[in-house]
């Protein structure tokens, strides 16, 4: 989708950030307060050669020393007798593992859809709200009139916005459908997968779309008033003034700091840098991300075609070296980059092999394979790691057949190529994945929510309790992490691990129990192994000294419960940089 850009908006934005400004040069100059220990009832490191440690020593913001509570204390008093020390016992009865990461989480996306309207087919437990499951058509609409009728008396100029309907459990969905059940306002019903709206009449009436515009334009049926993949892009540029206020865009990012925290996380990759306006976001970040009081950091990774010339090219790439000089520890750009294959997940619209799918629809590209090549060479060749949006197993052999090509022509030892998404795989690509020295980074909540689903309608149960091949890509000795893509999946790294350990569908069953992960290597997928997609190992993911002092604080030890049980473990909150983030229950 073409980005956008919207002069007044980004200056409305900027003169709200700039009185923020004033306090921001606290986030370099934290004061020091000597060396802190923590002693914990275990420490969990993720590192091999210490594995397990009672105690903690923090300096500076960094781990300054692993070992047993009784010990570390003198030993650290000998080796810095000038330091004050302080011995902080509030973890005593607690686990400390190294901070969750979330190595794939789009903040701008929760900060637009988070102040929405929300109906969705499972239950959203939110810090500032509690979403309850909808899953039929008849109670789908139904609770769609009702937010309409509350949201016009509420705010009678705003259109009215409502994320999360889902075909497979709502029913279908059009511009005529959508004037009989909201008519008397403009109204956007947004897909579960983010990737397709449906707009009414009233809507449409409001903005100009002309016949030239939709002449070369995919995936727009303007009839039924539905804009999907890259026909997205173009609703955005139509409806944005309704779409993206400024104000509702930074309380939304004030709540995507709220769900962080509360899911342990202390690292996240913005996996889609510039998805509406990069100048609006990024002034947006700087007000709430970088904020000396928001406890967690932020790496920054463009769409390709986000960067203000064609994408891949050397003006692209020139533009990306300015943004690589912008930032600060907190909240910067990265040398990588974000391409698109095939189309999205939830939609049902990856790119299948044969015999694709059984009800005899098609998915599609967000990008076509050749002008991919074309995008991917670029940074290649510039030693970009790339990382690659493809959900289908046709979308995973054409993303591959790229790879293999473009090592061939120009070699790289560590490109760090990774796959996201990965929804479903074929029982022969695990293999050629590890071969290539290709990452993934994967969404393991794409079976819990749709493995019953896909496996009455699209897929077949040969494949959709298939979906997530972590075994497969573990004993190929591919490196794995597990994201959220938040919102297609709640931003909690211990659920995300559930699912990996459990392999537990929404309707209880256990889809493909020979897929699971073991407890180790879902932990390690949500910390060390998260770090090292997006190029972090030596910083974070695991508690070594050096590194920094990031820690998530739980109340039960997740390799002492049984494993059904991971997703329920309370998380007392977060150390970042060594200060304490307990999370407000």
Known sequence: MPSITNIPRTLALAAVVFIGLLSWWLINSKPDNGITIYDAKRIITMESDQPNATAVAVFQGKVLQLGEASTLSATIKKAYPDESIVLDHQFAGKIIMPGFIENHLHPSMAALLLPFNWITPFEWQLPNKTVVAVKTEEAYQQALKTAASDHKSQDSNSWFISW????????????????????????????????????????????????????????????????????????????????????????????????????????????AMGMFDMDMEWLAMKWVLEDNETPFRTRLIPMADRLGEKAGSEAAIVNHAELLAKGSEQLKFVKQVKLLADGAFYSQLMQMRDPGYLDGHHGEWLTKPDVLEEIATGYWQADYQIHIHTNGDLGADVVLNLIE???????????????????????????????????????????????????????????????????????????????????????????????????????????????????????????????????????????????????????EDPYRIEPEALKDIPIWGTVFQGKPYPIAH
Do not use: C
């Open 164 to 271: 999360g309907y889902h075909h497979y459990f709502h029913g279908e969905m059009s511009r005529e459908i959508l004037d009989q059940l909201v008519p008397d306002q403009p109204a956007i019903v947004w897909h579960r997968s983010f990737h397709e709206i449906y707009v009414n009449s009233a809507a449409l009436a409001m903005v100009d779309i002309s016949p030239a515009e939709l002449k070369d334009q995919l995936h727009v049926d303007i009839d039924k008033g539905h804009f999907y993949e890259t026909g997205l892009g173009l609703a955005l540029d139509k409806f944005r003034d309704q779409i993206i206020a400024p104000m509702k865009f930074l309380s939304g990012l004030e709540q995507v700091v709220n769900v962080v925290h509360n899911g342990g996380i202390t690292t996240i990759g913005d996996m």
């Open 405 to 555: 090509k473009l090592q061939q022509q120009w070699p790289r030892e560590n490109h760090r190529t990774t796959l996201h998404h990965l929804g479903y795989i074929g029982p022969d690509q695990a293999q050629r994945i590890a071969e290539l020295n290709v990452l993934v980074s994967a969404n393991p909540y794409y079976l819990y929510t749709l493995g019953d689903k896909y496996a009455e309608m699209g897929l077949g149960p040969e494949r959709a309790h298939w979906i997530f091949r972590g075994r497969d890509l573990l004993d190929n000795g591919v490196s794995l992490s597990l994201h959220s893509d938040f919102s297609m999946a709640p931003a909690q790294p211990l659920l995300l691990a559930w699912v990996a350990v459990n392999r537990i569908s929404a309707n209880g069953n256990v889809l493909a129990p020979d897929q699971k992960l073991t407890m180790h290597e879902a932990m390690r997928a949500i910390t060390i192994d998260a770090a090292y997609a997006i190029g972090m190992e030596s910083e974070v993911g695991s508690l070594k000294a050096g590194k920094w002092a990031d820690f998530t604080v739980l109340e």
